[in-house]
């Protein structure tokens, strides 16, 4: 069994608005043979909010999840984009800018904390399509998702900045994870467009400008489901379709889910261990053939 | 010689790792280019940058433009010159909030606000309740419209009445980094 340390961050704790991906992840894990060890008492990352208005402190906030992963060893995976941007960003400025290292250094200090820079951050998909690989996910397959038509919505941060995984506007991996499901992966051009991330609270018109472009270009490229691996993305698309129908006077009803629910359906796991119901736009119908 | 040190504005945006990156520019417009919220912005990320290499502090930090970015990092992986535009936003916002120039008519700052107090309080945000807290300071009706989305969130078991806090040890080990990490003074 391969070992991982994990940061769940807010959005897949237990009182997080994505917590139906942190279950469907473990039930996933089951299946794949990996064990995901939660970091202890993590802490919140800080996001853009933290960075942008504590540009010292933000550095050091996500230095104590990776001091503390790195007492566990191993890789550590960060489902949400954002989580994930801002430790291996955190990362990157320790190593690039020796005055980053020494105050965090310090500020861990104060803590009784130290940090040496070892952590890998990685996300789920990247550990499953590049650890485990397509060959075994296909081969863990129940019930193939044939006949399903799915837009694969990377979203920003799950392939920006750079991370050297795939294209970062027009990325693959996981619609050939789809395909390893025996699904079918549309084409889908704004595949990582953004969603309005945060902003869809304080710039409410601008972001449902951008979720309503996504709903147009998956529905009219024929998809039944979308697909995702960020919980902001899945949030915003899933939750605010109903605000974007009123304003457009469009009658979209895509269900929105985390690819590892779809994982899950093929895996032939207990829908409810898979948060199916979470999801605000009704998924039932679309996935009726297999579950 | 006598040290006459004046800190010109460009010294300040390149004193925050990343900052320094505004040199560089090209203006080739690429960034706006590639911006999804260019057109709501009092100017765009190119224009920003180039008011910014020109000094005009005021006008720069009292703009709304990087308040409407997204953190999308289009900008930054089509950049011919490499530069962490993103990076450079937040720098501005940064010294934007640290000067009081931020610009009025956009909530976005009083946003960023109120999620980062749950971090210091409990280490971990509560959808919920930031948003709750965002609405009755900005725009209490507004809180009476969203009220069917969060009846939907919260039948649905997205979001909690519940704050999910860290132990009482780490929150004291989350804020004695961060006072060591602040009490640097605000300067690199």
Known sequence: MKQYSYFPGCGLSPEGFGRAFDWSIKGVNKVLDLEFKEIPDWNCCGTVPYDTLHEHASFAVCARNLALAEQIGGDLVAPCSSCYVFLSRTNQYIHEYAKVKKEVEDALAAGGLAYHGKVKVRKVLDVYVNDVGYDVIAAKVKKSLEGLKVACYYGCQEVRPIFGRDHPENPKYMDKLVKALGAEAVNFPLKSACCGGSLIISEEDASLEL????????????????????????????????????????????????????MGVAFGLDEKDLGLKTSIVPVKKALAKFI | MPEA???????????????EDIKVCIQCGTCTASCPTADRMDCSPSHLIAMARAGMREEVLSANSMWLCLSCYLCVVRCPRDIKITRLMHVLESLSARSRLSNKRTTTPRMYKGFNKFIIRGGRISELWMMVGYYLRTNPLKALGMLPIAVSLFLHKRISLKIDKMKPEGIKQLNAIIDKAESSGGTW
């Open chain 1, 211 to 262: 979720i309503k472009k996504l709903l147009d270009s998956a529905v009219s490229n024929g998809a039944e489901v979308m697909i995702t691996g960020c919980p902001l993305c899945q949030l915003n698309v899933d939750a605010y379709q109903a605000m974007v129908n009123r304003k457009y006077k469009t009658d979209y009803h895509l269900p929105i889910l985390f690819f590892t629910q779809l």
């Open chain 2, 5 to 19: 040190k004046t800190t010109t504005f460009i010294d300040e945006i390149c004193a925050i790792p990343g900052g």
